[in-house]
């Protein structure tokens, strides 16, 4: 679906997709056997993924913009029968379940205003919570929603020089300096009954701190004789 008018542009659909996916990997922790280090493929059974989007710009008047854009949906890996690897290791049969690190939503928004020469924006998005698998075992534990925060401020030169169309940028990303925790490996395996245990091997990704950007933009622009 597609509207547009002289103020508001809006767009949104409706998607459907069918994933056939890629091998995964199953790796032995406990010290004890034999086979410890080693580590073992099995079959990731495929998944589907059902969901709306949507996203629009709103013009208000005298440069001063607002856009936003948001997801709402499900990515589910199907039913897989029980599985052995090489070593015999039995892979319990799995129910439908949510594909690792796949939010259920997202939402941004943000504000932009041109005067002249000078562009200002502020921009946040905030990804919903995902699901992560430890090993071949789905749904193991959630990982909170986070935000991201960023602003710019742009200058361009429009001084009938050489220099015409050359701008001065400043970005700041992660404007509040969040550190919430974006993806996790779990370090030790789990189980069925217990599929995660906190451990001080889990690997942690965090949303990067704050960080500030200068940059200038050369723009040379061909002077007609």
Do not use: C
């Not at 103020?7 to 056939?20: E, G, K, P, T």
């Amino acid at each position: 679906m597609l509207f547009r008018s002289n103020h508001l542009s809006f767009d949104a659909d409706v998607y459907h997709i069918n994933f056939q996916n890629a091998y995964g990997s199953y790796s032995i922790t406990d010290t004890t056997k034999p086979d410890y280090g080693d580590s073992y493929y099995y079959a990731t059974p495929a998944s589907n993924t059902l969901g709306f989007e949507a996203e629009g710009n709103l013009f208000v008047s005298h440069g001063l913009s607002f856009n936003f854009n948001g997801t709402a949906g499900q990515a589910k890996y199907e039913a897989a029968a029980t599985q052995t690897l090489a070593n015999g290791t039995a892979l319990a049969a799995t129910p439908v379940q949510w594909v690792a690190g796949t939010p259920n939503y997202t939402v941004g928004a943000g504000v932009t205003y041109q005067d002249k020469n000078w562009d200002l924006g502020f921009f946040n998005k905030q990804i919903g919570p995902r699901w992560m698998d430890n090993g071949s075992i789905h749904e193991a534990t959630q990982l909170d929603s986070f935000w991201m925060n960023n602003i710019f401020l742009n200058y361009t030169m429009r001084r009938n020089s050489f220099l015409d169309g050359s701008k001065i940028k400043l970005s700041m990303n992660n404007l509040f300096d969040f550190h919430d925790v974006v993806s996790l490996a779990p370090g030790a395996s789990g189980t069925t009954a217990v599929p995660f245990t906190p451990n001080s091997q889990d690997q942690l990704q965090l949303l990067p701190g704050r960080s500030v950007m200068v940059t200038f933009q050369l723009g040379l622009i061909r002077r007609e004789k």
